[in-house]
């Protein structure tokens, strides 16, 4: 099945093809959402088929490469078109394509009836694709070719109601913010490669990794290249100073919000860093700058989704916030724990999504979830499956999410000391507050909806099937990554899988400090009392006194709208960068550097000359027409007879 | 030395074809049109005999075939070509077809003299890239300069007369400077050789001996005419002008093969003639070419008409051709000569698709339209894949060439820093921000202008069948470039081994 590994990309292909240029024709939903649905299943069986063969084999021979044809070839430069399948690329390839296609099915009830049902298929499969290239490219240019793809199959998406209004805007200029930022990271990946193929002179994965463990590089070209690296990261990942065009993502169907804005594409950037460790492992301040930009990014998109009214807004930001966890994670050089979060957090999160896309989905397009209330009774499925992975992500132990955090908090701890984890726990406490806040606004307490224009009801169970899928996945995902502590030496059977990728960054990266298991225990229990008692706090006041919310609002009215208007970034950005450039090219570049200053000297120039000249004026008479016509019949004639008489 | 005379019927079809024009009645609008495409279609085909017939391991002149014309100044009909020249013929003699189809109807003033002046630009095209003789080269580059003139002063828009001159002006300064640099390197020639020629296979070996200082006013002559018509940054104003007065047929020309004409003139004249000071100038080149990225990119952003928006992309777009032209590494050559391509390509493209609307409704102000995807679906998504390829996405062609002269300007010794590339590769952010900035003006948001939708239908057959071979290379370069690079591999090494010989 290994051999296999491009069908999971040209299937894809071959179902954005057939919905894209013929989906229009089809019109039958069911059709269209077969294709579309199968073009992605086959290829998570094709993806599973090769991560049994791969288990099959021993340990050094986990890492195989399928090459199919040159796609650059210039001087010294060789650019294949090749997939690496190995532990790292097969764990991104099972999520991608396995969650991929519980959305993709999900988004059959979702989309049932919209006119651009088509469209939306295609893009979707045109997405994995994109994505797939991404995770299984060999070579930093095919990777780079799944991340720009990604991100216009992001763009497609967030943009896919082109006629509608969102917030102030429209969704097509969420659509246009999301691209031009993520061009801005991507501006900093393009400035690593080149970096990367001048200090090393290749930008194959497999020759860059073992040159950067045996090559004499210095270590600022390193810290070059991770930095260049990173912000390509902070873009796709939506990470600190880029996280401003996420929020905004929330603009397309929800399915998407699900699939490209939490599960997948999102995590592009920690996988990344995750795939290059060895060049970061090599660059000890950029790493520490990643665990910090990490941590800080949780905390702050926490903090805002703890007073959001949007349902996918407070998701949206909780996505930001757990990508920050990652990049903590790999910050601190647990980069098996980033990608162990990733997997979790794509179980949960895709499940949180379409869960709201239900709730959306029974409340009529309604998304303020202060107009909310009471919907357990109205639909129990959506209800379990979204308290599911409530838990999960709260870090509740025995849920997935508790699993993958822990030890995200733990390496916090053990390798970048106390501060870390005491930010990173803080962040898991405000966490399990908005979601609580988010759970009781939504289903339980008063129903705040409108009886008469608004009649609940649970989504058919094309939708709360994958829902019901993913909630599982949520509670036993994390088993295969129980912490050390625990289960043993080698009890960690995700972090051994993963291990050999990350071996060479390890012997870079100094090793874990001495730690008992009673210090990694306490610390287990203090963050996991935290976030109990955020839960228990968030559940007195959102269900039994919400009088408490209105006077804390109050009270500290300055900090609450700070909150509210997301610590005023976007209008910073506005005031600070876009109108600038925009008003200077407009104002000064245009109208009076081009027209004023250079027009101005030639069009003074050709006076002078003009005025001068008899023959210029000639030109300005009109005369030139019959005189050019002349020159030009003449020089025919020339050159006809000069080829004729050779 | 054998002959070989397929260039030669190449260049002889148009010719023949313009003069036939001449005879046909006025009246005899639809066979005239028909007449106009079966000769480009002839010379195309014939472009493709001769892609098949050669070699492209072979670094050499092929297809020549020299005869000589005025034997006291020992001037010869001469031509011939190298990889990088026959990918600019295939350029031309695929778009000369496209455009003639585009215009169908859109032309219908003057059409015999338009066909004429088409075929006749086509000829002066050809000319220029397969000429081997500095003064043949000088008569096609003048020659082309006419048609030209009068695609845009006759058939052109309401301040058709102001773009002509003002084209014709700043083009014609240029050559004027290079004329006299010719001379002087012709004679120049005389002394070291020991006879007067315009052979630029002997100019080749002529010109790097040239004392350092008049070298370098030699260079700038050349460099000048050639930096006109690229136009390079602040040598750009003319565009934006022409571009918007001339029919869409011109601008399609215009920016698909003539601006051309400017960056192969670096390539084939600048550097192997005067390689010492193309080294020497190359860092102050490149600053101005990067300048023309990030300056067109910006004025780009802000404007409201669409078809100066595409003409200051260019500007923008062409700014990395230069930078990769003078970075002279492998891989940055080859990225500046494929991006001559692309360029032709997506612009090309990019003004067919402007032409397309402005043919429906005789308005291109960005403002007047806005939620026309409802409207003309198939036209919308048409011109996505225009703009995606124009913005560089991987896989389709722009890419390519972006990448390749990006990372080849990264390493060059040449420029030996990193800010070159570290500004130009900032082109890609804004590309991004004016293409989709005015792609969501125009196509998205709710229809703005109720009366559009009784005029504006959705693209027709014959449009379908332009723009579909241009979509059919935009893709195959973006995932397969080895056919084209290929192509110019060897040219190019031998140009930059003729430079670094001299360095």
Redesign the interface.
Known sequence: MINLIYLTVLLPLIGFLVNGLFGRKIKNEKVIGIIGSAAVGISFLVVLGAFIQTLGLPAEERSNTVEL???????G?HIKFAYLVDQLSLTMSLIVTGVGFLIHVYSIGYMHGDKGFWRFFAYLNLFIFAMMNLVLGDNF?VL??G???VG?CS?LLI?FW??RKFENG????A??KA??VN??G??GF??G???I??TFDSLNFNQVFSRAASFPVAESTFGLIALFLFIGATGKSAQIPLFVWLPDAMAGPTPVSALIHAATMVTAGVYMVSRTSILFASAPVIMTLVAVIGLLTALMAATIGLVQNDIKKVLAYSTVSQLGYMFLAAGVGAFSASIFHVMTHAFFKALLFLGAGSVIHGMHHEQNIQKYGGLKKYMPKTYMTFFIATLAITGIPGLSGFFSKDEILWSAYANGGFVFWLIGAITAMLTAFYMFRLVSLTFYGTERFDHHHVHPHESPSLMTVPLMILALLSVVGGYIGIPKVFSGEHGNLFESWLEPIYAPAQAKLATFGSHTHLEEILLMALSVAAALSAIYFALHVYTKKPAIAENVSSRFKGIYNLLLNKYFVDEIYEAGVVQP??K???LF??KIF?IKI??GL?NGL?VL?QSGSGI?RK??N?VT?SY??I??AG??VV??W??LS? | MTQNLFLTYLLLTPIIGSVLVLFFKKEQKQLIRWFGLAVSLVAFVLSLIIYFGFNSADPQFQFVHQVIWIKSLNVSYHVGVDGISLLLVLLTTFLTPLTLLSTWHAIEKNLKLFTFSMLFLEVGMLGVFISLDIFLFYIFWEAMLIPMYFIIGVWGGERRIYAAVKFFIFTMLGSLLMLVAIIWLAVYASNTLGYFTTNLLDLYKVGPTVPHQIQSWMFGAFFLSFAIKVPLFPLHTWLPDAHVEAPTAGSVILAGVLLKMGTYGLVRFCLPLFPQSAVQFAPAISILAVIGIIYGALVSMVQTDMKKLVAYSSVSHLGFVVLGIFAMTVESVQGAVIQMINHGLSTGALFLLVGVLYERTHRRDIAFYGGIAKLVPLYSTVLMIAMLSSIGLPGLNGFVGEFLILIGSFKSSVLNSWTFTIFAASGVIFAAVYMLWMYQRVVFGELKNPALKSELTDMNLREMIVIIPIFVFIVWIGIYPSTFLKLTEASSQAILQQVGMFR
């Open positions: 044809f040159t796609w650059l070839r210039v001087g430069l240019v780079f070719l991340w720009e793809g216009l763009y943009g082109y006629d429209t969704t097509s200029q659509a246009k691209f031009v061009r801005i991507d501006f393009l400035l490669m080149f970096l193929y001048m450039i925009q200077g090219s407009d570049l245009w081009d250079i027009d030639v050709a000359v210029i030109i300005q009109g027409q050019a016509l020159m030009m020089i025919a050159l006809l000069l080829i050779l």
